[in-house]
C-alpha cells in the first residue's frame, strides 16, 4: 500500500499529480476559502464571517437550506444569515461550508456503474446515521461524526473519473463479493485505495485535521486509530452496493456498543428521513 501518511515533507498536490499522470485537482472557489480563512481566524467577527458567506449568493443560500434541514439537527427554523451564523457558531458552520465546496469541486462522475445522485444520498445518509448515533455513543463529537460520515467517500468521484475501467471492475466484485469491503478490492486491484486517496485530497485542500485522519482510517477495524465509533459504524451503510440491508449496521451497533435493536431501528428511521432532504441539497 502507498505509505502516504509515513512521509515526513510531504506534498499531497505533488502525490496526486504522480499518481494520476499530472492530474490536478480543482481548487475550492475564491469566496468559500474566504469563508473557511475566516471561520479559522478567532480574530474575525461572527458579522464579518456572515458577511464574507453573502459575498457568495449560491453558498449564502445553501447555508440557510442546509441549516433549515432535518438532517443538521437545529431546534429553530433560521432565515436570516447573520443569525443563522451565530446560531450555528464557527465548527458546525465550518461543515455546512465544507460540504459545499466540496460538493461544488468534486467531479461530476455519472458512469454505468456509478451515479452521482446515488453517491451523495449514500453520504448524505451516513452523515445523518453518524450524528444520531454520536448522540449516544459520543455527544461531544456530532458535528464532526455529520462532517465525516458526509465526507468520507470524496475520493470515489475522483477515481472513478480517472480510473473508469478499473472501477467498473472493482464495484462488479464488490457487488458479486459480500465478504469483502470496498477498500480491500480497490487495494488488491490498484494497490491504494479511496481512504487513502481522500485524505489526501482532504490535506491538499486545507481540510481539518480531525477530518483527513478519519477519511483516511474509517475503515480500519484498529481500536488505536483517531476515528470514533459513530465514523466506523457508518462504514456499514454499503451505498455502492446492490443489496443496501443495514443489517451489519444493526449488529455492529448491538454487539460492539450494548445498543438495543429498537433504540438502533429508532435511529435509523430518523437519520433515513432526516437525510433525504439533505441529498436533494447535494444534487
Not at 475522483?158 to 478499473?166: A, G, Q
Not at 480491500?184 to 481540510?207: D, F, Q, R, S, V
Not at 483516511?216 to 443489496?243: C, F, Q, W
Not at 450494548?258 to 430518523?270: A, D, F, G, H
Request: glycine share 4%; charged share 25%.
Amino acid at each position: 500500500m502507498l505509505k502516504f501518511f509515513r512521509k515526513k515533507n510531504r506534498d499531497p498536490k505533488k502525490e496526486i499529480m504522480e499518481l494520476f499522470a499530472n492530474y490536478e485537482l480543482p481548487s475550492f472557489p475564491v469566496a468559500v476559502m474566504n469563508v473557511l480563512t475566516a471561520l479559522r481566524d478567532p480574530d474575525i467577527s461572527v458579522s464579518e464571517i456572515a458577511r464574507k458567506v453573502e459575498s457568495d449568493p449560491g453558498l449564502h443560500v445553501k447555508v440557510l437550506k442546509t441549516v433549515n434541514s432535518a438532517a443538521f439537527g437545529l431546534s429553530r427554523h433560521v432565515n436570516n444569515l447573520h443569525r443563522a451564523v451565530a446560531l450555528l457558531g464557527r465548527s458546525r458552520l465550518e461543515t455546512i461550508v465544507l460540504t459545499q465546496a466540496v460538493n461544488r469541486t468534486l467531479p461530476k462522475a455519472d458512469m454505468p456503474f456509478f451515479d452521482m445522485r446515488m453517491f451523495w444520498q449514500s453520504a448524505a445518509r451516513r452523515a445523518s446515521l453518524a450524528r444520531h448515533l454520536a448522540q449516544q455513543l459520543h455527544p461531544a463529537t456530532q458535528v464532526e461524526a455529520f462532517t465525516t460520515g458526509l465526507l468520507q467517500d470524496m475520493a470515489l468521484p475522483v477515481l472513478v473519473t480517472l480510473k473508469p475501467k478499473e472501477y467498473e471492475n472493482i464495484f462488479k466484485r464488490y457487488n458479486d463479493d459480500a465478504g469483502h469491503e470496498l477498500d480491500e478490492i480497490e487495494l488488491e486491484i490498484l494497490g491504494y485505495n479511496h481512504p487513502t486517496i481522500g485524505a489526501l485530497i482532504a490535506e491538499e485542500w486545507g481540510l481539518p485535521k480531525f477530518l483527513i485522519n478519519a477519511i483516511n482510517h474509517h475503515h480500519t477495524s484498529d481500536d488505536s486509530m483517531p476515528v470514533d465509533a459513530a465514523i466506523k459504524l457508518v462504514t456499514h451503510v454499503y451505498g455502492y452496493r446492490e443489496d443496501d440491508s443495514l443489517e451489519d449496521l444493526f449488529n455492529a451497533c448491538i454487539e460492539h456498543h450494548r445498543l438495543t435493536r429498537e433504540l438502533v431501528e429508532s435511529i435509523v428511521q430518523q437519520a433515513l428521513a432526516d437525510s433525504d432532504e439533505l441529498s436533494q441539497m447535494l444534487k
